[in-house]
């Protein structure tokens, strides 16, 4: 079963982030690329005939979480969590995933209806929810009332790991300018949705992997824990 690890270690979780993007960077690739060239052609179609903020909508809460299911069941296979990244798990998981989108999505809008910060704490309280779904399988409820419990005890270095990871996004964003000023016979948008995009949301989905792990699994401090042995 699950427990605690005794302290919050930034270095370990690092490391452990790291390791898995290298274990399964060649098995993710040609997956998120397929995604991102759909997503782009999605995008050009649904635009035609839909508002921009409601295909973004669409996009984001129906169709993405079927990536996200894939890339975490990839990320959190080992030794000790019996998991699999096929298309069938992954639809498994869906339909868990999708109403955890949405509830967690409208919760966190309706709280920063009133203030910003109440919307901020519950995203970082509820950040390892899709993987205790996903590795656990847990209801939506119950992955949501998990995560707030496991946060919460080690809430401000969570928040500190997210903030770092933020501040990377950003400067990827601005090293990213003149490249898309260099590339100005390209279409709007290009380099941010067909690279550096990606790269965000992969890195991202493998970060809630590696603080579920280390809020969860003593064993995860040992990153030979995670092999597969195969």
């Keep these: 079963m699950p427990s605690a690890p005794t302290e919050f270690n930034h ?50 809460l129906v169709i993405a979480p079927i990536i996200l299911v894939y890339l975490l069941l990839m990320a959190l296979r080992s030794d000790q969590i019996e998991v699999y990244p096929d298309l069938q798990s992954a639809m498994a998981c869906y339909p868990k995933l999708l109403l955890m989108y949405v509830i967690s999505t409208f919760g966190i809008l309706i709280a920063s209806v009133f203030l910003v910060l109440p919307g901020l704490v519950l995203f970082v309280l509820w950040v390892i929810a899709a993987p205790i779904l996903v590795a656990e399988e847990k209801s939506t409820m119950a992955a949501l009332s998990d995560s707030y419990t496991a946060v919460k005890g080690v809430f401000f270095p969570v928040v500190g790991v997210i903030f770092s990871f933020c501040l990377g996004c950003a400067c990827l964003f601005f090293i990213s300018l003149p490249f898309s000023v260099a590339l100005g016979g390209l279409p709007d948008g290009f380099l941010w949705n067909f690279v550096c995009g990606p790269i965000i949301h992969v890195s991202w989905i493998y970060l809630m992997a590696a603080i579920y792990l280390e809020l969860r699994y003593n064993e995860a401090r040992n990153i030979d824990a995670l092999e597969l042995g195969a």
Aim: aromatic share 12%.
């Design 11 to 60: 270095s370990r979780l690092l490391e452990g982030w790291l390791w898995l993007l290298r274990r399964d960077v060649r098995s993710f690739w040609p997956i998120v690329a397929i995604w991102t060239v759909l997503n782009g052609l999605l995008n050009h179609v649904l635009n035609t005939i839909l508002d921009a903020t409601f295909t973004n909508l669409l996009i984001g």
